[in-house]
């Protein structure tokens, strides 16, 4: 099983240095995240794009929805296209790999370019998943920094007391970011995509918190 993702800059083309630096900087964190697979691959490309292989089924879906929370820049969103297929690694250069599996994946980007709803595709994706994944697009696009930097510390694994330490607030200001970055509602969708595609995602999830207290740290 080979799990893809094509992630692309939505409005590239007026984007300034920050901008792709900080996708170079994305590029690096999602290396750390499959290191430890079986298979994986990462490259930034083209200028404004993410492709990602890893061997672990349905790993690409979560591994961007950790990049879009990561991704500070509202008004150049990213657009994710993932996919996951039954079939074996490339065996040679993956960047010359031609799969259909990939035409496929970045067929499906191409169908949400140009949306304002929706920064999640994938081949045949079922109405069940794409609303929610709308929902969450929509979650995510609309955080303020500090709802974002609360909403990562959370999921990181930080309890409140800790939140409001690291960023200098009072707990009742971190709890009420919380509730208007509606990441209550961020994880029961991100709960509800594990159980569909039965995933638990540990794994990943915890070299993501690592990213995340980097992050704080530096």
Request: contains cysteine; aromatic residues 10%; charged residues 25%.
């Amino acid at each position: 099983m080979i799990s893809s993702l094509i992630m692309d800059i939505s409005g590239s083309s007026g984007a300034d240095k920050e901008v792709f630096d900080d996708l170079k900087t994305l590029e690096s964190d999602i290396r750390t995240w499959v290191l430890g697979d079986e298979f994986s691959h990462v490259d930034y490309r083209m200028g404004d794009e993410l492709f990602v292989l890893s061997s672990i089924p349905h790993n690409t879906l979560f591994i961007s929805i950790y990049a879009k929370l990561l991704w500070p820049h509202n008004d150049f969103p990213l657009k994710c296209s993932f996919h996951t297929a039954d079939v074996e690694p490339p065996a040679g250069d993956p960047e010359q790999w031609s799969h259909q599996s990939i035409k496929d994946t970045r067929e499906a980007l191409g169908k949400i370019k140009k949306s304002a709803i929706q920064d999640f595709a994938s081949p045949g994706l079922p109405d069940r998943i794409a609303i929610p994944l709308m929902y969450l697009t929509d979650i995510i696009n609309n955080m303020t920094p500090l709802q974002r930097e609360v909403a990562l510390l959370k999921l990181s694994g930080r309890r409140q007391t800790d939140i409001a330490r690291i960023l200098d607030k009072n707990e009742s200001t971190v709890s009420a970011h919380y509730s208007k970055s509606r990441g209550r509602q961020f994880g029961i969708i991100t709960a509800f995509l594990s159980d569909y595609y039965g995933t638990s995602g540990g794994a990943l999830h915890g070299r993501f918190g690592e990213t995340v207290e980097g992050r704080f740290r530096s």
